[in-house]
């Protein structure tokens, strides 16, 4: 079905595109949170145990979307659960022996490794950009390695910025092709059935613990996990690629407050120095040059729209870097 504009209700690239910044500031600061409630939880429980319960409550309320299932869904959204799969389980295991603020800024390397990765696959990518990644992996640098040491989990962690870059990437375009809710439906359950195959000897084992810890696993799967992989969908409907790795810069920050409230881990000057170098490089990155008023505030780059199809762009009946609300409160409704 094609989706026809209304005027009445359509709103600026401008203005999509400011929602879209607060809503990726509302998933880094939810993102925030879940390490130092992981490191509690691989305490007490086994990784497959904990991916088994977590990505289980999370697909549950995406269920009834499968009915709009189709190959070329089920290839894109099949593509992006076992990518984001892949990362999480880094991100647990490397818990397992590092501190979680330390893990939380190694992840933020994909704000380098996004536009790096973006020119390799022939993406214009404006000086800006790299200037603004430059001074965010300087900050994140001088709070990562405080303890001057480098571990197992450092490499693990480095692993997931790469994988998660080309989950950004791919997103910015897979995006566009499908509905939402569906979309989301079927990364989720690619999630919970490999993490359930995996985990189900763990599960009857670890039964009681999962008891005592499933209030923070119900936050983990419906929260951290379901939440931001809708809120993620929506903005990069409306926020490319490289600025979306900057944002993804504050999560650093926002999981050393939450590392010091829950787990008593605390930043040293090298930390506050850093952060602080995050926080200019996220306002560096969100200011107006004069690139950015030539091609637009709100762009997909032309390599990504040559590789849609006819039918993939087909269903959607507007220029791709003006979303209307409409569509997004057409899928909900769906």
Not at 62 to 86: E, K, Q, S
Request: with cysteine; aromatic share 8%.
């Amino acid at each position: 079905m094609t989706i026809e504009l209304n005027n009445d209700s359509q709103r600026s690239p401008k203005t999509l595109h400011a929602w879209g910044i607060a809503v990726l500031l509302v998933v880094t600061l939810i993102w925030g949170t879940s390490f130092a409630l992981l490191k509690g939880a691989v305490s007490n429980l086994s990784v497959p145990a904990i991916f088994a319960t977590r990505f289980t409550i999370a697909a549950l309320p995406f269920t009834p979307y499968l009915r709009f299932l189709n190959l070329l869904l089920l290839r894109d959204g099949a593509l992006l659960g076992l990518v984001i799969f892949t990362t999480l389980t880094l991100q647990t295991v490397a818990l397992e022996t590092i501190s979680a603020n330390h893990a939380a800024f190694i992840a933020s390397f994909n704000v380098v490794l996004v536009p790096l990765l973006g020119q390799l696959l022939g993406r214009q990518v404006f000086l800006k950009t790299f200037l603004a990644a430059g001074i965010a992996i300087i900050g994140v640098g001088v709070m990562c390695w405080e303890s001057e040491q480098i571990v197992i989990g450092d490499l693990l962690m480095l692993c997931n910025a790469f994988l998660y870059s080309i989950y950004i990437l791919k997103l910015e375009s897979i995006t566009l092709r499908h509905p939402l809710m569906p979309l989301t439906a079927i990364q989720l359950w690619v999630m919970a059935i490999v993490s359930l195959i995996w985990g189900a000897p763990d599960l009857l084992r670890e039964h009681e613990a999962i008891g005592t810890d499933f209030g923070v696993l119900v936050y983990l799967g419906l929260v951290d996990t379901s939440a931001t992989i809708v809120l993620q969908i929506v903005a990069q409907r409306w926020v490319n690629a490289y600025e979306t790795a900057l944002m993804y810069t504050l999560e650093p920050i926002f999981a050393a407050g939450f590392s010091f409230l829950l787990l008593g881990e605390k930043l040293g000057v090298r930390g506050l120095i850093g952060a602080t170098l995050v926080l200019v490089a996220m306002v560096f990155g969100q200011s107006k040059s004069q690139d950015a008023e030539q091609y637009g505030e709100i762009q997909v780059n032309e390599p990504i729209v040559a590789a849609l199809s006819d039918a993939d762009t087909e269903p959607i009946n507007i220029p791709v870097s003006l979303v209307s609300i409409n569509r997004i409160e057409s899928e909900f409704n769906s």
